[in-house]
């Protein structure tokens, strides 16, 4: 999980539109062409990017798309957002810090139920390694990192006692009980991708034969339908300290996201930590890792790039990413990678 300031990725993503000029070919005989509409602004941190490829007769449901989201984006992040204290999770880690909410639980809206019961199953999924109940640990490092000294053990045994995900009951229907006092929530590492399955729902019900890729700073990406028969392909490239190595994927109706532990780097008593903590221990990653994750659902490849950071590259990796269905691959500075059979796949032929 990380603390600190995120910068652009590490491992970077470019679309590749070979041919890709509007209007585009035709996908068949008696297929009407298609053609590119596009946008892009500042969104939850980073640079959002929308690509649709439409018939010309729905370009002006494309656009209206496009309108949509420029507006359910920000109201999303005031649902997700710990840095907003008017959001929906601000209002709900006030509860969650009242002994209160013991006794009494406490009532969440669905969307917020929604993508607390994703960061669940991530939990479940990666034995721990991602666990959105990491907020007082974020706290304990953020406040050493800025007073530039190491934190205590004290420090790190008061706030491991009080994260963990077992310690929240999603009973259904909107309520939630906390079986420990104190926890405090952060869904950084999931809300990108839950915003994007958003989108993409909303996307395949106004455009159901149109194909689309969605993209948050070049880490988060859904992937719709298939733009020219070859799915939308991807250029992977790392261009940080584990070299420069690069593949091009390709995708149709999946998301895909990549994390690093290089991507912010803090400094405390002279040597350089990475920004990606374990929840597990409390201690930070010192090891560099990237993640890349394919998932049926973004907000499991967001939550699953972050977990195997932590996790590493090895056969526990590899045991728990088949347990979770899921396709990835995973760096580090050592040498050591680990591929999925599935991602090995899903590389496009040279």
């Known amino acids: 999980m990380r603390f600190g300031r995120v910068p652009g990725p590490i491992i970077c993503l470019m679309l590749l539109c070979v041919g890709c000029a509007v209007p585009t070919m035709p996908l068949g005989l008696g297929t009407p062409a298609r053609i590119a509409v596009s946008d892009g602004w500042l969104a939850m941190g980073t640079f959002f990017e929308i ?19 420029r507006e359910e984006i920000p109201r999303l992040e005031k649902v997700y957002s710990r840095h907003d204290s008017d959001s929906e999770l601000a209002e709900l880690n006030r509860s969650l810090a009242s002994n209160d909410i013991l006794s009494g639980g406490a009532r969440i809206d669905e969307e917020l139920e929604s993508i607390l019961f994703a960061g669940i199953e991530v939990w479940e999924g990666s034995g721990g390694a991602f666990d959105m109940t990491i907020g007082p640990l974020v706290e304990v490092w953020i406040d050493a990192v800025a007073e530039g000294r190491w934190p205590l053990v004290e420090e790190l045994r008061a706030a491991k006692a009080r994260i963990g995900s077992e310690g929240l009951l999603l009973v259904g229907a909107g309520a939630l009980e906390a079986l420990k006092p104190g926890m405090q929530i952060d869904l950084d590492g999931i809300s990108k991708g839950a915003v994007l399955d958003q989108l993409r729902r909303r996307f395949e019900k106004d455009l159901p034969y149109a194909a689309a890729l969605f993209n948050f700073g070049e880490s988060s ?13 991807l250029e992977i490239r790392s261009r940080g300290a584990l070299g420069e190595n690069g593949n091009v994927i390709r995708l149709r109706d999946r998301a895909l996201a990549v994390s690093s532990s290089l991507g912010t780097v803090s400094e405390i008593a002279g040597e350089r930590v990475s920004n990606i903590i374990d929840p597990r221990t409390g201690s930070i990653i010192r090891e560099g890792v990237e993640a890349i994750v394919l998932a049926d659902r973004a907000a499991l490849s967001d939550g699953w790039s972050t977990a195997l950071l932590v996790v590493g590259a ?3 990796a590899l045991r728990l990413l088949e347990k979770a269905g899921l396709e990835a691959n995973v ?11 599935g991602w090995e796949q899903a590389l496009a032929q040279p």
Do not use: K
């Not at 690509?51 to 989201?69: G, L, T």
């Not at 990406?221 to 392909?233: H, L, T, Y």
């Open 51 to 69: 690509e649709i490829r439409v018939q010309i007769a729905n370009e002006a449901i494309a656009r209206d798309f496009i309108a949509w989201a």
């Open 221 to 233: 990406i859904v992937a719709i339908g298939d733009p020219d028969g070859e799915g939308w392909r």
């Open 314 to 316: 090895n056969r526990e």
């Open 331 to 341: 760096l580090e500075s050592t040498g050591r990678t680990i591929s999925t059979e």
